[in-house]
């Protein structure tokens, strides 16, 4: 899922996000001028669809931290190299949803059709049930593989000094390595075979979303200053990371379906493994629970049972007070780091995301 909050930004910040906004809609038209092939063609007209749809959350991280930094002891590249590196952190954070969307089979993002939903629109003509979910899949892992390789070119070719780029490609690296392993681990876990706690659903959580929603915009903010890495915000990372996935855990099951933007009941019948799932599983309501996760012909009424199971069993009280927690553990860390010399104004980044995390409803 990818629900995400809404940021106060300064003015400066909102200017930079309407360039970064502009240039991916130049990204997409040179997608579609130098396609090969009127399938090609077709699939960066759809795939552009979503790329104009984000909400920029990530690179909106990256530029108003990068700010906070300047004239704070530290040195800044170009402005056009920023908005670049916000450009390839859209790119990759695209790729992610592409991937995430065929491997979970869902066909709607944001309340919407999807590219694999559309791929009748790919293929310029209508399809069968069956070869639509082929086409649209291929579609989504292919146009996924582009975004991932171009947002490395956008970093690789940035004017900006050497060792300053190979730490920022060394934190593309890392990145893409953790959450490919949450990927991973998440898969597995929706397995009938497996039986994770809710220690290792949180550890798969961590990498999944938290390394690339929280730390990748931080440390390349960071790298961009080139400034140092302060004394505590792998922790900040960490726990805000925790936190944004529990939040995700609970919306994606009792949120408002037209706020969040997804089907209620797609993690029940997906089989998704999350925190509230883990934590019903060590009582007397898992039988039934069970029984009823991952079956893709669930009704209605069968998943509303699946989600009061879940109420009444105390998971979702646990896992609110869970993410609470640690989003407490975040706004500490980040009053420690603004205390540090040269990331006063930094630590009031963090601790502003930190909250615009803590109110999001959607």
């Known amino acids: 899922m990818d629900c995400v909050p809404t940021l106060p930004l300064p003015v400066s910040t909102e200017s930079a996000l309407a360039q970064v906004r502009a240039r991916l809609e130049e990204y997409v038209a040179r997608c579609v001028a130098g396609a090969s092939g009127p399938e090609s063609e077709r699939l960066w007209r759809v795939a552009g669809d979503s790329l104009r749809g984000g909400k920029l959350v990530r690179p909106a991280i990256l530029l108003v931290a990068a700010e906070a930094l300047d004239g704070e002891e530290h040195r800044a590249v170009d402005s056009g190299a920023r908005l670049d590196l916000a450009v390839a952190v859209e790119l990759l954070h695209s790729a992610f949803l592409l991937h995430d969307d065929v491997i979970d089979h869902d066909v709607l993002r944001r309340g919407e059709p999807n590219l694999i939903g559309r791929a009748h629109e790919v293929a310029g003509q209508e399809l069968g049930r069956a070869s639509h979910r082929r086409l649209g899949e291929a579609a989504g892992i292919l146009a996924a593989d582009v975004l991932l390789a171009d947002a490395h070119q956008l970093v690789a070719r940035l004017d900006v000094p050497h060792d300053v780029r190979l730490r920022m490609l060394d934190v593309l690296g890392e990145t893409l390595a953790q959450s490919v ?57 960490t726990s805000l990371g925790l936190a944004f996935q529990l939040q995700d855990d609970v919306l994606g099951v009792f949120g408002d379906p037209e706020e969040v933007g997804k089907d209620p009941y797609s993690d029940i019948r997906e089989g998704k493994v999350t925190a509230l799932v883990a934590w019903v599983r060590a009582g007397a309501d898992w039988p039934r629970l069970a029984s009823l996760l991952g079956r893709g012909d669930l009704t209605a009424r069968e998943a509303q049972e699946a989600v009061d199971l879940i109420e009444s069993s105390g998971a979702r009280a646990a896992v609110e007070q869970d993410a609470a927690m640690h989003l407490a553990d ?31 409803r959607s």
């Open 181 to 237: 392993a949450g990927e991973l681990a998440d898969v597995l876990y929706s397995l009938p075979e497996t039986s994770p706690d809710v220690e290792a659903v949180l550890a798969m959580s961590a990498r999944k979303t938290g390394v690339y929603t929280v730390r990748l915009p931080l440390l390349l903010a960071l790298a961009v200053a080139g400034a140092r890495v302060p004394t505590g915000l792998e922790e900040y990372c």
């Open 330 to 360: 975040a706004l500490a860390q980040a009053a420690r780091i603004g205390e540090q010399p040269g990331y006063a104004a930094f630590g009031a980044v963090l601790e502003g995301v930190a909250r615009a995390i803590a109110e999001r």
